[in-house]
């Protein structure tokens, strides 16, 4: 049985027909399988010019993608763990739609605290334990 499904964002869908595909060689073993064929899968989606994606979410996933972002914004995302260029395919996108889940979370807002009567207590006698400890280890005191 498969696991529910979470309800993914809107535009999620309308970002599929912003992305682009080019099939190349795909490098490592295979022998002659792969000197033949073109199975790795390049995908490129204009993350800074989409016009399915909200704002905050172009800024997160500008964030996430990292090293994976060109200068003009595009996200290059190359897939070749499969030896068929389907499922390869299938891997790009599904790492897209993940990397897009993840952007479309807000972060929540720190509220800051102040720390308790207790911690306050509990830290300052944890500072005296050890400064005590910390004094025994001294030389031992010349008495005459």
């Known amino acids: 049985m498969d696991a ?3 309800r993914d964002p809107w535009w999620l869908a ?3 027909g912003e992305i ?3 099939a190349a060689r795909a490098s490592g073993p295979g022998g002659q399988h792969v000197n033949k064929t073109s199975s790795a899968i390049e995908l490129r989606f204009d993350v800074r010019n989409s016009p399915s994606l909200p704002d905050d979410v172009k800024a997160r996933l ?3 993608a990292g090293s994976r972002l060109t200068q003009d914004g595009v996200l290059v995302l190359f897939a070749q763990e499969h030896r068929s260029q389907e499922l390869n395919r299938q891997a790009a996108r599904e790492r897209l739609a993940e990397l897009m889940r993840q952007a479309a979370v807000r972060p929540k807002t720190r509220r800051p605290t ?3 009567l207790a ?3 509990r830290r300052l ?3 005296t334990r ?3 400890v910390k004094g025994l280890r001294g030389r031992p005191a010349h008495d005459d």
């Open 4 to 6: 529910p499904r979470r």
């Open 125 to 127: 006698d944890s500072k």
């Open 14 to 16: 309308a970002a599929e």
């Open 130 to 132: 050890r400064s005590g």
């Open 20 to 22: 682009l595909e080019k």
């Open 62 to 64: 500008e964030t996430l």
């Open 119 to 121: 911690s306050k207590i």
């Open 114 to 116: 102040r720390p308790t």
